[in-house]
């Protein structure tokens, strides 16, 4: 019952998302001049979202609560994802109240914001769907020493280009502009720090792809990972062009 539970709740959850972003595209435009009926409606119905986001979160670290966890580079990738996701969706909610939106409206608060949810939160969980799929690919394990250090190197680098922009778009900064004041010359400096070491971190991704494509590294099992169930985790590594010759009995 509680699996089945924390199925639909996402599902609901999903769904939800989905309908209430399409009437929420006026968000972007408070500072526009519009009527304070329409700033309310579209405050309101922006902040909903946060609701069905908060369960999907809640789906995610309940999963995991009580759980016999082991910290492979696929867990991770999947962890960084929950807490940066976590904190663009909080600054989401910030942007989303009318009366401060003034202040941070096309400022580098909007891009940090943004940058959280689609930079750590889409693509750290692809990484994580990348690791944990590799093996099975190719059959062969994954050089675990690189691939820790590009979790690391881009954990500490997509921080160091992204959280300050919170500040400088706080203090005024705004987006899409070829130069900057020199007060925000301190905080840039970092930014492009981050944005540098941030790139160069996806060299060792790289790297540690050409090497399994290779096939270097130990052989693997059907199954890969400790405790994975499923019918793909029972055929072999790397899958063959035909997973079953004759249909798998499912129990």
């Known amino acids: 019952r509680k699996r089945l539970f924390g199925y639909a709740s996402m599902v609901y959850a999903t769904a939800s998302i989905a309908l209430l972003s399409f009437i929420v595209w006026a968000h972007h435009m408070f500072t526009t001049g519009m009527p304070v009926a329409a700033e309310l409606f579209f ?21 995991m ?7 492979e580079v696929p867990m991770l990738f999947a962890l960084a994802f929950i807490v940066l996701f976590t904190i663009g969706g909080l600054s989401g909610l910030m942007l989303a109240i009318t009366p ?5 409206h096309d400022t580098y608060f909007v891009v940090a914001h943004f940058h959280y949810v689609l930079v750590t939160g889409a693509i750290f969980s692809i990484m994580a769907a990348v690791y944990y799929w590799l093996p099975k690919w190719t059959g062969k394990m994954f050089d675990i020493s690189l691939a820790k250090w590009h979790f690391w190197c881009s954990l500490i680098s997509v921080n160091v280009l992204f959280f300050p922009m919170h500040f400088v778009g706080l203090a005024g900064m705004p987006r899409r502009i070829p ?3 020199l007060q925000f010359a301190d905080f840039n ?10 790139g160069l971190s996806q060299l060792i991704f790289l790297a540690l792809l050409i090497k399994a494509c290779r096939k270097k590294g130990e052989p693997v099992s059907n199954q890969v990972w400790e405790g994975a169930e499923g019918l793909e985790w029972e055929i072999p590594s790397p899958a063959p062009y035909h997973s079953f010759e004759t249909p798998p009995e499912v129990k």
Do not use: C, E, H
């Open 43 to 63: 405050m309101f119905a922006t902040m909903l979202i946060s609701v069905p986001t908060g369960v999907k979160v809640f789906n995610w670290v309940a999963t």
């Open 65 to 71: 609560w009580r759980g016999s966890m082991t910290f």
């Open 100 to 104: 401060v939106d003034f202040q941070y």
């Open 179 to 181: 130069d900057y004041a």
């Open 189 to 198: 400096k970092w930014i492009s720090i981050g944005g540098f070491a941030f």
